[in-house]
């Protein structure tokens, strides 16, 4: 690919770029269906002619999408869980809601994440954020480098991660999850009004439900609500519909986003359990927006919806996931760069031996062993991100990849490690 060359076009999987490269898209959440979905473009021309019916306006096909939504989520559940479903602009967004109604419930201020957790970077979802380099703030790349990034307006604790790695170099002893939460999780609960828990951020995915049902528990017994954090997993992207039903516990309030209107607009939901609604009944809920649940992003996702049913995209992905894992394992196998592994369904993380994730804050310019690895990637016809990560990137294609474009895929990614292994190996003799 020409390095001046920009995008101009995108079909199915695949990017098109002014220089006339194709290469397939390996690293977008935001697109479930793919780029062009003839049925999401003819959604969003049928939706060209709606109402433009602010939040405030009762308006029967919001509420028909709100009811569908309900439906998966009350299955997800196994039983009658949805008390309201409030849509919103981004997954930034409704966790900044989500985590501002919690403070409004509670009476208190403070949050508790996971380690290396990343929820987005408007108001409360900033703060929320401990990734290092996502900080909302700027990141300088002259001497002296340095961060300088808003200071956080509530307190936030931070408790272990789970690990979810299904293959390491090194192979760390597991710790009981049980134990590792004990160092610091009930004081990290104590007097906060929420725990945000995601399901991919970082790396760290969740392999064993004793790690949600251990930290939702605990939550509750100390009086603070509990927000799943589906903006990436919700609708199927790692083998279930939502990554809560692996657990026996279920949250007291979901957030989803990237995926939800198939690509076609940014969007989100805030989704309420009957017993936070009913804490709310001598309350009126002071938090609205003119374009949340646009016309657009509301037909697009009932389409979304019912494309993702029909074709079975949730278990599509597990099947394939199944795939991923057996060709990654091979991979670690083969490329000494490669010192870790995780993910599901078509989530993957892959992390090389580089610099640590603890101390990368952006304020260098590399390049770094993710950066060779994903030139060299796009050479051999597909794009993979880093995520501003230097020593790893993640892969996450649209849900309706074939086979053969998987194939594709892990053969750019196969060629692009070569390239890992060359840096890596210069990198000791120098």
């Not at 990290?188 to 009004?193: G, I, L, N, Q, S």
Request: charged share 20%.
């Amino acid at each position: 690919m020409n390095g001046n060359a920009e995008l101009v076009n995108a079909h199915g999987v695949f990017l098109e770029y002014s220089d006339g490269t194709k290469v397939i898209d390996g690293s977008n959440t935001g697109a479930p269906l793919g780029h062009s979905h003839p049925a999401i473009v003819e959604a969003v021309r049928e939706a060209a002619v709606f109402p433009v019916a602010n939040e405030g306006q009762p308006w029967f096909e919001r509420r028909l999408a709100a009811a569908e939504l309900s439906d998966l989520l009350n299955v997800a559940a196994g039983e009658e869980w949805v008390g309201e479903v409030h849509f919103g602009l981004s997954g930034s967004e409704v966790n900044d809601i989500a985590l501002s109604l919690a403070q409004s419930l509670s009476n208190r201020a403070s949050f508790v994440v996971r380690d290396r957790a990343y929820h987005g970077l408007v108001g409360l979802s900033r703060d929320a954020t401990v990734q290092p380099q996502w900080h909302g703030g700027l990141s300088f790349i002259s001497e002296p480098r340095h961060v300088q990034a808003p200071p956080r307006a509530v307190p936030v604790q931070i408790i272990n991660p789970p690990d979810g790695a299904i293959w390491e170099r090194n192979q760390p002893k597991r710790s009981n999850v049980e134990l590792n939460l004990s160092a610091n999780c009930d004081e990290a609960m104590k007097d906060a009004a929420a725990v945000i828990i995601d399901y991919t951020q970082g790396g760290r995915y969740y392999d064993d439900p004793i790690y949600q049902d251990t930290v939702a528990n605990r939550a509750r017994a100390a009086g603070a609500y509990w927000i799943a954090d589906e903006v990436v997993t919700g609708l199927g992207r790692c083998g279930s519909m939502f990554a809560f039903e692996q657990g026996n516990t279920i949250p007291d309030i979901v957030t989803m986003g990237k995926p939800l209107a198939g690509g076609a607009t940014p969007g989100g939901a805030v989704i309420l359990s009957k017993r936070v609604v009913n804490e709310m009944k001598q309350a009126r809920w002071q938090n609205y927006s003119t374009f949340r649940g646009h016309p657009v992003m509301v037909h697009a996702m009932r389409r979304h919806l019912q494309i993702m049913s029909r074709e079975g995209l949730p278990q599509r992905a597990a099947e394939l996931g199944s795939y991923c894992s057996q060709i990654l394992r091979q991979m670690a196998n083969v490329h000494p760069c490669i010192t870790r592994i995780a993910g599901k369904g078509l989530h993957w993380t892959v992390e090389f031996e580089g610099k640590d994730w603890k101390a990368w804050d952006s304020t260098e310019m590399g390049p770094n062993i993710a950066d060779f690895v994903v030139k060299e990637c796009e050479h051999y016809g597909a794009r993979i991100s880093t995520s501003d990560e230097p020593s790893s990137l993640f892969i996450a294609p649209s849900l309706i990849i074939s086979r053969n474009e998987l194939d594709h895929l892990f053969d750019a990614l196969d060629r692009g490690l070569v390239a890992g292994d060359k840096y890596l190996q210069n990198q000791k003799q120098s």
